[in-house]
């Protein structure tokens, strides 16, 4: 098992502020043993859990990560956007992140997303940071939509396992995933051939789909062997499934 079948997208976007703390603590809650967030860096070079380049839609605050630095994340609120509950939530750093997922066990789908950064910069950070890490966590599994950040990784931190994220799955995708010594495509539940799911496993790669929020269609994927989905509302599904 590479990972759960049912995954917590960015700690559950459906219930929480995305790529929080909080968000996590609630994913472990509900008994997810995997979560799925997005890394970025801030200008200073920090990496931090966040999905978009710039802080308007999941904060209080204004402006590009680019124009940040570690000390400015005190400033800023990533939970009262979502629900006033939620005050005070700040924008995670990953290796606070890291040591949360060590302390509640739970396995991450670590999302490199480079944004405006640089790739390079993006993926030696963010295997610092892990290597740096007091906890020992984890199990963790690399993604990117920028593939060669999962090649810089694959060279950089070898022994944790990579996903090849697709939006549309393109030819070449059985050299590339042997190339990046991939265990698994991820792939947008929209755009996804179920046909696809059966030529992977005979190439030995699972297949998880993202972001799904319906059980009927959940049920059709995984009868066409799908390993796994990532998911904003992990309670729509079988409770078992977030466990494995
Ligand atoms: O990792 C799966 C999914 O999160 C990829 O898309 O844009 O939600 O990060 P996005
Ligand atoms: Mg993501």
Redesign the pocket.
């Known amino acids: 098992m590479v990972m759960a079948k049912v995954i917590a997208?960015r700690g559950g976007a459906s219930w929480v502020p995305e790529n929080t703390l909080a968000a996590f603590r609630w994913a472990a809650k509900q008994g997810c043993r995997w979560i799925?967030l997005?890394i970025s860096l801030l200008g200073d070079g920090t990496p931090v859990i966040i999905?978009d380049q710039r802080l308007e839609r999941t904060t209080d605050s204004q402006g590009a990560l680019a124009d940040l630095s570690q000390a400015d994340l005190e400033r800023i609120d990533a939970g009262s956007w979502f629900a006033p509950a939620f005050r005070g939530e700040r924008i995670p750093t990953l290796r606070q992140l890291l040591q949360l997922c060590a302390d509640l066990g739970l396995g991450a789908?670590l999302?490199l997303?480079p944004n405006a950064s640089n790739v390079e910069a993006l993926v030696e950070a963010t295997a610092r940071v892990l290597e740096e890490a007091e906890a020992v966590g984890g199990p963790w599994l690399f993604?990117s939509f920028e593939h060669q950040a999962l090649e810089l990784m694959a060279k950089r931190l070898p022994s944790i396992p990579r996903g090849l994220?697709y939006e549309g799955i393109e030819a070449g995708w059985r050299d590339k995933a042997a190339a990046l010594g991939a265990v698994s495509l991820?792939l947008d539940q929209a755009l996804i051939d179920p046909a696809v799911i059966s030529q992977a496993k005979a190439e030995g790669l699972e297949v998880f789909v993202?972001?799904l929020n319906d059980a009927t269609r959940a049920q059709a994927l995984f009868a066409a062997g799908l390993a796994g989905l990532?998911t904003d509302d992990p309670l729509l599904f079988d409770p078992a499934w977030r466990r494995g």
């Open positions: 997208h799925e997005d999905h789908n999302e997303k993604s994220l991820h993202y972001t990532f």
